[in-house]
C-alpha cells in the first residue's frame, strides 16, 4: 500500500534525514509543509500519516510563533481523524499537548548521544519488537520534557526523564491499524541532518556544557559518536516504521 505522508518543518534548516530515505524504498509519497512560513496546511483528508518534526521552540511559544496555533490544530485534527501520527523532539511534545497533557523544562538539558531503555510496556509492544530491551545510544536534543497523555503508554526513559516516549491509540485508530507515537529522541539524523543540527544549535550546546554537564556532549564528541550509531538507530526507526505500515 502507498501511504501519503506529510511532515510539518519547524526550521529552514530541519530535513526529514532517514525517514525520507525509507519512504523514497518503499515507494511512499511524500509532502511537507513549513509551518514557520506560514504556509496552508493540509486538510486530514489529504494524508495517511503525518508526521511533526523538531524545533528549538516551546510548544507555548504562540505568542512568538503563532503558526503554532493552527500546527495544533491540524494535529488534533489527524489525530480525532484516526491517522498515524509521529511527534519527534519538539513534535512528540507538540502531541503530547494536544492530547492534553502537561509540557514543561524537563529540569536538564539532554544533548547527545546518551543511553535511553525501553519501559516494559514498550519490550512488550508489537512496535517495538525490533529494539533492544537493554539500554541502547540515541541522539538527544531537547531541555523540555512531557508527562503520559491521559490514555497513552510510556514506551522509554533515561536517568534525566522517565518519558522519552510514548503511544497512543483509540478504539478508532485500533480499527484503522493506525497508531499515535512520540518519541523525544531522534532516530531519523544522518551524517549530514546532524551536522546542520550541531551547526544551528551551537549555542544551546555551548550553554548546555557549562550548565548540564553530564547529559550535554561537545560538538566533536557528537559528531564522532554519530559515526557509531547512526547507522543502527535508522535501522531501528526502519523497522518501527515497517511494522506501523503493516499494521493496518
Known sequence: MTLRIHALFHTDYEDLSFIKQ?????????????????CSLPEPDRFDWLIVMGGPMSVHDEEKYPWLIAEKHLIRQAIDAGKTVIGICLGAQL???????????????????????????????PLLQDLPKQDFTVFHFHGDGFDCPKGASIIA??????NQGFIYQTQQHKALGTWVMGWQCHFEV?????????????????????DYPKTVQSAAEIIRLGYKYIEDNNARLAAILNRMANSG
Open 22 to 38: 525509507w519512504a523514497n524504498s518503499q515507494h511512499h509519497m511524500m509532502s511537507v509543509s513549513r509551518s514557520y512560513d506560514d
Open 95 to 125: 502531541l503530547a499537548h494536544c492530547l492534553g497533557a502537561t509540557v514543561q523544562p524537563s529540569g536538564v538539558k539532554e544533548i547527545g548521544w546518551l543511553p535511553i531503555r525501553l519501559t516494559p510496556r514498550g519490550q512488550s509492544h
Open 157 to 162: 526513559s533515561t536517568e534525566s526523564w522517565a
Open 190 to 210: 544522518t551524517k549530514e541532518s546532524l551536522a546542520k543540527m550541531i551547526v544551528n544549535g551551537n549555542d544551546a550546546i555551548q550553554s548546555g556544557l557549562k
